[in-house]
């Protein structure tokens, strides 16, 4: 709750936190970049900081969601985010590249 008021940290406005070993996250997750709000996946060691673009016409019919996505580990920042789409399922999408 108080990295997201610490303008320190580097946290957009209203941004979101979810943790990652929820069985509601997938929801979440898909729900928040949706809505246009920044999200925050949430695991022990590691932060995936989602930022929505807005969406277009191909992308909701398509089913996607672009965001940019940055890594934060134990609270440092990447210097560098990647642009990626979200589909309806992005935690279920995770674990599969993980374990491809």
């Known amino acids: 709750?108080?990295?997201?008021?610490n303008d320190d940290l580097g946290y957009p406005d209203e941004v979101?936190?979810?943790p990652g070993d929820q069985e509601w996250?997938?929801?979440?997750?898909w729900r928040s970049p949706t809505e246009g709000r920044p999200t925050v996946l949430v695991s022990e060691d590691a932060e995936l900081l989602l930022v929505p673009h807005r969406?277009?016409?191909i992308d909701r019919l398509h089913g996607h969601v672009a965001v940019n996505v940055a890594h934060r580990t134990h609270g440092h920042a990447a210097p560098?985010?990647?642009?990626s789409r979200l589909g309806r399922h992005p935690m279920r999408q995770m674990r599969e590249l993980a374990h491809a």
């Open 1 to 5: 709750m108080a990295a997201s008021m």
């Open 16 to 18: 979101e936190f979810i």
């Open 25 to 29: 996250a997938d929801d979440v997750l």
């Open 55 to 57: 969406r277009t016409l």
């Open 80 to 83: 560098l985010a990647t642009a």
